[in-house]
């Protein structure tokens, strides 16, 4: 029998989802965009959560098939912990137990990381909160108070039981059933997103170093640029550039489409653009940009 606590992960982690932090502007713009909240791009929502990591919070989120972009306003959740971060990458594994196996490999390589397992929290019926394990949450340490960061997660299966999440064999969570049950409705031929392909990220060349660490202890194939990095995994590309000058965050994601859908252009303020097959008659991608947030503390 497999001991679920110490399962080796045998590919390296998939992407998850994406999130950033934009200004009050932006969002009400992305918020009020008949393109994205009609759904004719995705599947979209804007929904309040509270965790025990992030304390209560709302976020606007673009759901593909497997991997989502998540919005928030100003700072990342509810609470003061990660209130430095702008940005970060969101990966996860496909069993339960993999995790271990990721720390396991994170602490032989000397990278410093953090780990707990993040608890919903729900109103009940007599006034009280309810907590149940979530996902278990894995922070690399990128350096010093970095705005981007890495995060890896993994579901518990109480959680996925919960919303009614189907699972594969061997206990496999399959993203696309976790994001169809927890939206109530699933991905269509209609949609024309299909997933986050590219995820551009510009940093301090130092973070650039101990991602590079971080991502190729995980499994993911690595190779140098001229600005930067490239990262490979197997379902996804993660660019980071270097650069010392401007403000650290992501700034673009290309995102596969199910059909060309040649001009037209989107606008959320002067920080942000939604540009459809950019490239022309038959190019099946979109590329969304963004001009790294900070909210002044």
Same mark, same amino acid.
């Given at each position: 029998?497999?001991?679920?606590? *110490?399962?080796?992960? @045998?590919?390296?982690?998939?992407?998850? !989802?994406?999130?950033?932090?934009?200004?009050? =502007? @932006?969002?009400?713009?992305?918020?009020?965009?008949?393109? %994205?909240? #009609?759904?004719?791009?995705?599947?979209?929502? &804007?929904?309040?959560?509270?965790?025990?990591? $992030?304390?209560?919070?709302? @976020? &606007?989120?673009?759901?593909?098939?497997?991997?989502?972009?998540?919005?928030?306003?100003?700072?990342?959740?509810?609470?003061?912990?990660?209130?430095? $971060?702008?940005?970060?990458?969101? $990966?996860?594994?496909?069993?339960?137990?993999?995790?271990?196996?990721?720390?396991?490999?994170?602490?032989?390589?000397?990278?410093?990381?953090?780990?707990?397992?993040?608890?919903?929290?729900?109103?009940?019926?007599?006034?009280?909160?309810?907590?149940?394990? +979530?996902?278990?949450?894995?922070?690399?340490?990128?350096?010093?108070?970095?705005?981007?960061?890495? /995060?890896?997660?993994?579901?518990?299966?109480? /959680?996925?039981?919960?919303?009614?999440?189907?699972?594969?064999?061997?206990?496999?969570?399959?993203?696309? =059933?976790?994001?169809?049950?927890?939206?109530?409705?699933? !991905?269509?031929?209609? !949609?024309?997103?299909?997933?986050?392909?590219?995820?551009?990220?510009?940093?301090?060349?130092?973070?650039?170093?101990?991602?590079?660490?971080? $991502?190729?202890?995980?499994?993911?194939?690595?190779?140098?640029? =001229?600005?930067?990095?490239?990262?490979?995994?197997? *379902?996804?590309? /993660?660019? /980071?550039? @270097?650069?010392?000058?401007?403000?650290?965050?992501?700034?673009?994601?290309?995102?596969?489409?199910?059909?060309?859908?040649?001009?037209?252009?989107?606008?959320?303020?002067?920080?942000?653009?939604?540009?459809?097959?950019?490239? #022309?008659?038959? *190019?099946?991608?979109?590329? +969304?940009?963004?001009?790294?947030?900070?909210?002044? %503390?």
């Amino acid at each position: 029998m497999i001991d679920n606590r *110490d399962v080796a992960f @045998a590919t390296p982690p998939h992407l998850d !989802h994406v999130f950033l932090t934009v200004g009050p =502007e @932006a969002l009400k713009l992305i918020n009020e965009c008949e393109f %994205l909240r #009609g759904e004719e791009f995705s599947r979209f929502a &804007t929904r309040s959560s509270e965790s025990s990591l $992030l304390s209560s919070y709302t @976020a &606007t989120r673009v759901y593909g098939k497997n991997t989502v972009l998540e919005i928030f306003l100003d700072r990342f959740g509810g609470n003061d912990t990660f209130i430095e $971060l702008c940005a970060g990458i969101v $990966l996860s594994f496909d069993h339960p137990g993999e995790m271990t196996g990721a720390h396991r490999e994170l602490h032989s390589a000397g990278i410093p990381f953090s780990s707990e397992i993040v608890q919903r929290v729900v109103p009940t019926a007599d006034g009280g909160r309810a907590r149940s394990p +979530w996902y278990e949450f894995t922070r690399p340490e990128l350096g010093g108070f970095s705005p981007v960061a890495l /995060f890896l997660h993994e579901m518990q299966p109480g /959680f996925l039981a919960e919303i009614g999440a189907k699972v594969g064999p061997g206990g496999r969570q399959d993203r696309s =059933e976790r994001f169809n049950a927890a939206l109530g409705r699933s !991905h269509t031929p209609d !949609h024309i997103m299909e997933d986050i392909a590219v995820v551009t990220v510009r940093l301090r060349s130092a973070r650039i170093e101990r991602a590079s660490a971080i $991502l190729s202890t995980l499994g993911c194939e690595v190779s140098t640029m =001229e600005a930067g990095i490239r990262v490979r995994g197997i *379902d996804a590309e /993660f660019v /980071f550039l @270097a650069d010392e000058s401007e403000r650290e965050g992501t700034v673009e994601m290309k995102i596969k489409m199910a059909r060309p859908a040649p001009g037209r252009r989107f606008d959320f303020s002067s920080v942000s653009s939604l540009v459809l097959s950019p490239a #022309g008659l038959d *190019d099946c991608s979109a590329v +969304w940009t963004f001009l790294p947030h900070r909210k002044a %503390l």
